[in-house]
């Protein structure tokens, strides 16, 4: 069965860190680029960090540039994104989505399967 299964999330203060993990099953991470995406209250969805299929290139958005990193072990078929330095506007809930599309980018058309999400709330 195909699936995408975010896990990591949770509660943190502000300059804290939090571990998301991407996992998937029903069929082979190599092939796909996968995305972050989160989406805030009132908010629209909006693309956080991806990473490429073909040779690992990653992106990432201006306002996670430098705090998020994002990284694959295709072995354990799961993408990670490590965020640091967290602020209170990253609050949101996050879903991870493969793509097809090399390098895929951060619109959301070009994803073809999505998570359930995983709640992050920065707060103190």
């Known amino acids: 069965q195909l699936q995408l299964v975010e896990s990591g999330g949770g509660l943190v203060q502000p300059g804290g860190s939090l571990r998301l993990s991407c996992a998937a099953s029903g069929f082979t991470l190599d092939y796909y680029s996968i995305g972050w995406f989160r989406q805030a209250p009132g908010k629209e969805r909006e693309g956080v960090s991806c990473?490429?299929?073909?040779?690992?290139?990653?992106y990432y958005a201006d306002s996670v540039k430098g705090r998020f990193t994002i990284s694959r072990d295709n072995a354990r078929n799961t993408v990670y994104l490590q965020m640091n330095s967290l602020k209170p506007e990253d609050t949101g809930v996050y879903y991870c989505?493969?793509?097809?599309?090399?390098?895929?980018?951060?619109?959301?058309?070009?994803?073809?399967?999505w998570g359930q999400g995983t709640q992050v709330t920065v707060s103190s």
């Open positions: 989505a493969r793509s097809l599309v090399v390098p895929p980018g951060l619109r959301p058309r070009r994803y073809d399967y």
């Open positions: 990473i490429s299929s073909s040779d690992g290139s990653t």
